[in-house]
Structures are given as C-alpha cells and as structure tokens.
C-alpha cells in the first residue's frame, strides 16, 4: 500500500536541499552562495490504525494530523459491545 492518508491524502512529496559557501551580507560578508542542491523527500507522519469504515472496524493508513483533527472513529474494544440492529434489550 502506499504511504497516503486514507482520510487527508497526505502523501510524500519532494523538495530540495540547498548547501551554502560563505559570510552573509548582515555578518560583514560578500554573501552567501548556493553550492549545490540535494534532492530530498518530505514524509508525512502515517500511522496504522483500526477505524471504524462504513461502521465496520478496519486496519488503514492516517496521518497524524488527521488523528489529532478528530477524523479518526475507533472502535470498541470488546466484541459484545456491538448488537445486532433488531435486537432489543431484554427489560
């Protein structure tokens, strides 16, 4: 599977590094020179976790920012919590 949230689409994405020579301007320097460029990745923060998709309990991949935003429903964590939807309680 790939490293995307199921819920925000957070995914990688790509950028660069840039390696600097010399004094800046505000130092007393000439200024600073880029050097080279480095390509580099940005990894989102995913997690693995068991949600609640269309009310069943399910292992998917969620962003740590879609966790804290409240997007993510757990389920419960015993079976006999769950009742059959005719089933009505015995009074």
Known sequence: MPRVCHFTGRKTSAGRTYTH????????????KVTGK???KFKPNIQNVRALVDGRPQRIKVSAKAIKMGLVIK????????????????A
């Open 21 to 32: 020579r010399g004094r800046p301007k505000y130092l007393g320097g000439v200024g600073t």
């Open 38 to 40: 480095t390509k580099r």
């Open 75 to 90: 389920p419960l964590k015993r079976k006999y919590a769950y009742r059959p939807e005719g089933e009505a309680k015995a």
